[in-house]
């Protein structure tokens, strides 16, 4: 099985590409740039396009932009988006076993599927139209061979990316047949190598599975092609100790056996996923297709599924996205068309309170969608407009999606109906979005930016305002300001979910003020130094509540505010690389408590030191999270990581090895749990190794 899933998602995208050649490179889509001969602000001052939607510098915007860039992605191998953002400067990642998230700030509530981020992939809207979901795990889909960067926004960003945008946007920038050419192959095996025991009993040295991805670039009369696939499978960790599990009152199973419930589930924990990407481009116009499955086996037994017995998600992603382009000195036009498929299905099994696991059953739930999406937008420069503006431009657009989303939910209770969830609820969405930028004898640039998302089918019209100065003293520094407000609108898995038919649904829109204020300085060639002070203010958050008749409804309850202060050292000398970073936040809610999964700090530690005349690199990353509750007040302990990687280049010729250590002193950190658990906390994998061996083959 796991054979033929591969086979049918990699084989198809390598087979449209096998008769690609390089010949003719008279269309060059994207430059190959040799990093280690640039300056760290040359590297710094590279394009970005998440602030605006346009290529443009960062000194151009009043919204700091974090890259992790194709560079560090391959350097310390990692496999998914959520590796990659984790030593980010002030977000922090975690993980239950199932799914991915992401919190920034001081915000970031268990178990609410990433909805207060927007992700992209070039510009495509990639939270699902059900859930709201933005998945940085293996559940986005996109193979990590297919990604050139990923670009990170923190705060308001609703009036370029939207209603999700509540805490950022995360951009996802792929890479090209000009920028990664030739054939590129790597193949990963990793294990756990435990020092430490714990009640699971599980084994100090066990497999981890493979990963394997592949990815082929040409450019050839005038059309540059990027086909990219990838496999993975992970038996997961052979047993998890969860002490709640045994306290709970709940029976248990062993092999679908009853047993005494000692808080240790065995296996239900294997994830397997495979992707395939495609991308066509020619001068003017870009066909991107993708199609993803991932299957993860769940062992925490959510939503009071039976412990010990197999719980398991799937999640399916399609969508084509063709746009057109056209670009000259002083205009940009883009026109945009896509179709999306969005699939989730879930399988819980089910005994009745007190009931013998023999009366097992049942629960399947889930939810799809298809949209279709349609934007035009433009942009206009002019230099030297008035006296002392160097230059300006502005920018607006309109967008348009239309989705079914569709959720289903039975089960096999005696008694009970079969079908206990069937709708499908549409949602149209309008959106007119513009901005104007300024920049005033070349040392001020002025920014303003507005949004309207009219829901026809729920809430209404939002407005989403956001303005920006930045002060560009040169070799002096920069300073940046920016205010924003914004929104994020009730998904349908929160209006409809948990509601009786005949209820009447209430759920207004959250709502959010994001202010910034940040210092950047250089020293020399080779060091930034970046101080940001932040405040943001949340009210009418969503969240699960019972109404007066005693049911389980998601219902705006208190808001949340959150200030503090992130800095952030940045060195590049040639190949040699340092960043580290350090954040103080203050959260609060609205009823004066600290909110779960706010850790007061966090700290991150990147290095990577060439030697052997470059021949070998190696590379140390470490994360520190604060203390921390849950969504029951029980308190997670601060959670320290380190990573360490060894890679040797051309062992032989085109092929590089690299030998990493995840978790090198074996910390057993926890995540927080949600409402869907049991326990407060979720226990994370111990020391793990792996070893990939990649090849090169350029054209």
């Given amino acids: 099985m796991r054979f033929r899933l591969a086979m049918s998602i990699v084989l198809p995208s390598l087979v449209l590409v096998r008769d690609a050649r390089a010949e003719d490179q008279d269309l060059v889509l994207a430059s190959i740039e040799d990093v280690e001969h640039l300056s760290l602000a040359d590297l710094l001052e590279r394009p970005v396009t998440s602030a605006s939607l346009y290529a443009e510098k960062p000194s151009d915007s009043p919204t700091l932009v974090s890259t992790i860039d194709r560079e ?10 959520r590796d990659a953002l984790q030593g980010s400067r002030g977000v922090y990642v975690g993980n239950d076993r199932n799914y991915s998230y992401l919190g920034a700030r001081g915000f970031g509530l268990p178990g609410d599927y990433n909805t207060r981020f927007a992700l992209s992939i070039d510009s495509h809207r990639f939270n699902d139209p059900v859930y709201g979901q933005a998945s940085i795990g293996a559940e986005l889909g996109l193979p990590m061979i ?10 308001g960003a609703w009036s370029v990316h939207g209603e999700n945008a509540l805490l950022g946007a995360i951009q996802v920038v792929t890479a090209t047949g000009a920028s990664r050419p030739g054939l590129n192959v790597t193949s990963t095996t990793r294990g756990t190598a435990e020092t430490y ?13 493979e990963d394997v991805s592949a990815s082929y670039g040409a450019v050839a009369h005038g059309i540059d092609v990027f086909v990219a696939g990838s496999y993975s499978y992970d038996p997961g960790l052979t047993a998890l100790y969860m002490p709640e ?43 991107h297709v993708l199609a993803a499955r991932r299957n993860k086996e769940v062992p925490t037994a959510p939503f009071g599924a039976l412990i010990g017995d197999t719980t398991s998600t799937v999640d399916d992603r399609v969508f084509a996205d063709l746009t057109y382009a056209r670009t000259s000195t002083s205009t940009d036009l883009v026109a945009r068309i896509s179709a999306d498929y969005f699939g989730y299905h879930g399988l819980y099994p089910l005994v009745d309170a007190g009931d013998d696991v023999a009366n097992r059953f049942e629960n399947r739930d889930g939810g799809t969608a298809v949209s279709y999406a349609g934007e035009l937008r433009g942009r206009y420069k002019w230099a030297a407009p008035f006296d002392h503006v160097t230059d300006a431009e502005v920018a607006a657009g309109v967008e348009a999606t239309s989705a079914q989303a569709s959720q289903f939910g039975t089960n096999l209770r005696p008694g009970a109906p079969e079908v206990y969830l069937d709708r499908t609820d549409p949602e149209a969405v309008v959106s007119l979005f513009g901005h104007t930028r300024a920049r005033i004898e070349d040392h001020v640039v002025a920014f303003a930016a507005i949004r309207g998302d009219y829901h026809e089918d729920s809430f209404g019209l939002a407005i989403s305002p956001q303005a920006g100065l930045v002060l560009d003293g040169g070799a002096l520094g920069r300073i940046r300001a920016s205010v924003s407000r914004g929104y994020r609108a009730p998904t349908p898995y929160e209006r409809f979910y948990y509601v009786d038919p005949d209820m009447e649904i209430n759920v207004d829109p959250e709502r959010s003020e994001t202010r910034e204020l940040s210092a950047e300085h250089y020293l020399g060639e080779h060091v930034r130094l970046l101080v940001v002070g932040f405040q943001q203010r949340v009210s009418g958050l969503i969240g699960l509540s019972e109404d007066m008749n005693g049911v389980a409804v998601f219902q705006n ?41 706010a850790p007061p700090s966090l700290a991150n530690l990147m290095l990577w030191v060439p030697f052997a005349n470059g021949r070998a690199d190696v590379g140390v990353e470490s994360s520190y999270i604060g203390s921390r509750v849950s969504y029951d007040r029980s308190k997670i302990d601060p959670h320290f990581t380190a990573n360490a990687v060894l890679t040797v280049h051309d062992v032989v010729k085109a092929l590089d090895a690299t030998f990493g250590v995840t978790n090198v002193f074996d910390d057993r950190g926890f995540d927080p749990g949600s409402e869907e658990h049991r326990q407060g906390r979720i226990p994370q994998d111990p020391r793990t190794i792996w070893l990939r061996l990649g090849v090169r083959l350029d054209p």
């Fill in 245 to 287: 599990l045994a306290t709970s009152g709940d029976p248990c199973v062993t092999g679908g056996i009853e047993t005494e419930c000692t808080g240790v589930v065995h296996g239900s924990d294997a994830e397997e996923a495979a992707s395939t990407y495609l991308s066509v481009r020619t001068k003017h116009a870009t066909l």
């Fill in 72 to 81: 560090t992605i391959d350097q310390f191998g990692y496999r998914t988006v």
């Fill in 146 to 155: 297919a990604i050139d960067r990923v670009e990170l926004v923190r705060g």
């Fill in 557 to 597: 309850l208190a808001g949340s505010r959150s200030y503090g202060v992130e800095a952030e050292v940045e060195g590049r000398w040639s190949a040699l690389r340092l960043r580290a970073n350090y954040t103080w936040q203050h959260a609060r809610t609205s009823d004066d408590e600290i909110p779960a999964n």
């Fill in 197 to 209: 025991g714990d009640p699971s009993g599980r084994p100090p040295i066990a497999s981890r599975g």
